[in-house]
């Protein structure tokens, strides 16, 4: 019974979990284009319009969560 119960609140976790990665992606992609940074950066962030601005696909969360938090809250 408690590893029925135990593998049902894991299930029940990993979906929330997915769910919420699922929400945050969408709310980027919408600032994304918002905030107009398909401009510089391009279409899906690997192409940008000069060399100064950085590739922003396939960053790692580390390097692009505080950049998208500033973003959010100053432009």
Do not use: F
């Amino acid at each position: 019974m408690m590893r029925k119960l135990a593998a049902l609140i894991s299930i029940l976790a990993l979906g929330w979990i997915v769910s919420a990665q699922a929400d945050d992606i969408a709310d980027g992609a919408k600032l994304y284009i918002d905030k107009a940074c398909i401009t510089c950066h391009g279409e899906n962030g690997s192409k940008p319009l000069i060399p100064a601005y950085p590739k922003l696909a396939g960053q790692n969360a580390d390097y692009a969560t505080p950049l998208y938090t500033t973003i959010r809250l100053t432009h």
